[in-house]
């Protein structure tokens, strides 16, 4: 590379850090080669990069401090909660749990979850109440601090702490929780001048003014005659510009939207909001089911109840209590209404298509919703507390179990994937159902649940004929189709990853 090919700043850059004999900070450059910022650098640096005349070498260093030194001198609301369990001999409801501990109602979710987590109480039901009992592990948590509570004691007294001094799963498990610890992430760069780098320099560098943009006052004057100007090499790095185009999911859903409404479908839409009645009454999901936990479904304050109306509401009751008019004999208990109203973030879109079919009872009827759902559940790599449904519902005369395969398959054979299975699965309110299963690399990913609705669901609503229905994962749709294996990864509206995903 001949010296004229590097620009005013670039020479400058290079100078100044060989007077730093060939390794330096870019500040440090700033200071010894007088620039005016230190921006001027590490442009420059990027550039002497590229060209091989520099070397940049980074390191990360990540600090960690309490976000309030008070956190250091309180217990953690799990273990208030143990303790409080141990206070009343090992066994206590969730209600005295919620109004006794001190932990408060907005707490107690949470607190539930970390206790499950940390596998220091089981939660299980007796006598129509949810119950917790402290375990084995939650016994000898009593005597000895968990290591992520030992780590608020050390940086209580610390004050800041390097990540080489703490517990990697400690400190994880802490910035989880976003209300406890402080990240900060300091990242220091030296640069050093290649073996290429120091040739150049001792073949002599000029530094003098130069032109790298004719302007139109430059040719009118005549300037340029008598300037330097910088030569224009066509090879030369250049960054990559990005045009605007849909994020990934948005761009997910309407080819899904698309490819339904191809197949013949209508789409439909319902509220985020529902009474419990919807939700999972009408779906012939019994009052006592798991499902309906505060640590498995988010229940509103405002509006605290939705009420229920109509024939419809004492059919599903007599359902759930004896089988009603169909030939099932039901669950077998008291049906309440007021635990019906209760008004709930839809843990599903089923709840869509049963609103839909209810006032659409006749065949044929073709009907999809993609649409978001909550479920209050740990977040990971292949599961979010709200997630976006692909929701459908077949009704017809002859519908059967091969058409709703044969549907399915279709589907994803429309989106790009030709191995996909089904196998043979259990959901409350389809009978025969079915899990769906597509191939993501060497293995395959379940991408949803599927069946046909039970008359328990359909008989109330005046349905007498089979219903075929779905309900699969969008998100589990982009991994495969984006080939990325966190399910986390197109929310954290990451600048590169968004840039870079392919158009088509």
Not at 150 to 163: A, C, F, H, N, T
Not at 272 to 282: G, K, L, R, S, V
Not at 428 to 451: I, Q, W
Not at 455 to 468: A, F, Q, R, W
């Amino acid at each position: 590379m001949m010296s004229y090919e590097l620009s005013h700043l670039e020479k400058k850059t290079l100078i100044a850090l060989d007077s730093l004999e060939g390794e330096a900070t870019p500040s440090e450059i700033t200071r010894k080669g007088d620039f005016d910022e230190e921006a001027q650098v590490m442009n420059s640096v990027s550039w002497l990069s590229s060209k091989g005349l520099v070397e940049v070498e980074e390191k990360e260093k990540r600090t960690y401090s309490l976000k309030k030194k008070s956190i250091g001198k309180k217990d953690l609301p799990e273990r208030i909660a143990l303790k409080f369990l141990n206070k009343k001999g090992g066994l206590c409801s969730i209600s005295e749990l919620k109004e006794e501990s001190g932990i408060g109602k907005k707490k107690t979710g949470i607190t539930l979850g970390w206790l499950k987590k940390k596998n220091w109480a089981r939660i299980f039901k007796k006598d129509g109440k949810t119950c917790l009992e402290i375990t084995r592990k939650g016994k000898k948590a009593l005597r000895e601090k968990g290591k992520d509570e030992k780590l608020i004691i050390q940086l209580y007294r610390e004050g800041k702490m390097d990540s080489s001094e703490v517990d990697e799963y400690a400190i994880k498990n802490l910035l989880s929780r976003k209300e406890i610890v402080n990240e900060d992430i300091t990242i220091t760069r030296k640069i050093r001048l290649t073996d290429e780098g120091k040739e150049i320099i001792k073949k002599g560098l000029e530094v003098r003014p130069e032109i790298s943009q004719l302007t139109s006052d430059i040719i009118r004057t005549g300037a340029w005659e008598e300037a330097h100007i910088r030569p224009y090499d066509v090879k030369a790095f250049a960054p990559t510009r990005y045009g605007g185009k849909r994020h990934p999911l948005r761009r997910e859903l309407e080819v899904v939207r698309e490819v339904f409404l191809e197949m013949g479908f209508t789409e439909i839409k319902y509220d985020f909001i529902q009474p419990a009645f919807w939700n999972m009454d009408a779906l012939f999901i019994p009052q006592d089911h798991p499902a309906r936990e505060l640590q498995d479904t988010y229940y509103m304050k405002k509006p605290k109840k939705i009420k229920v109306t109509g024939d419809v509401v004492d059919k599903v009751k007599n359902v759930h209590e004896n089988g009603g008019e169909t030939r099932s004999s039901g669950w077998n208990y008291k049906w309440e209404k007021d635990e019906a109203e209760r008004a709930v973030l839809r843990t599903h879109t089923t709840v869509t298509t049963i609103r839909s079919l209810a006032e659409n009872n006749q065949p044929p009827g073709k009907y999809f919703a993609v649409d978001r759902n909550f479920r209050s559940e740990a977040t990971d790599a292949t599961h979010l507390s709200e997630f976006i449904q692909i929701e459908g519902v077949v009704m017809e005369k002859s519908a059967n179990l091969n058409m709703l395969i044969g549907l399915l398959k279709e589907f994803y054979d429309k989106m790009g994937f030709d191995d996909v299975k089904v196998r043979p699965s259990y959901f409350p309110f389809t009978e025969p159902s079915l899990e769906v299963f597509a191939k993501y690399g060497d293995d395959f990913l379940e991408m949803g649940g599927a069946g046909i609705f039970r008359e328990e669901v359909t008989k109330p609503h005046g349905i007498e004929h089979p219903v075929l229905a779905w309900g699969l994962g969008l998100e589990r749709l982009v991994m495969l189709r984006l080939g990325i294996d966190d399910i986390r990864i197109p929310y954290k509206n990451d600048l590169e990853f968004l840039r870079e995903y392919p158009l088509l």
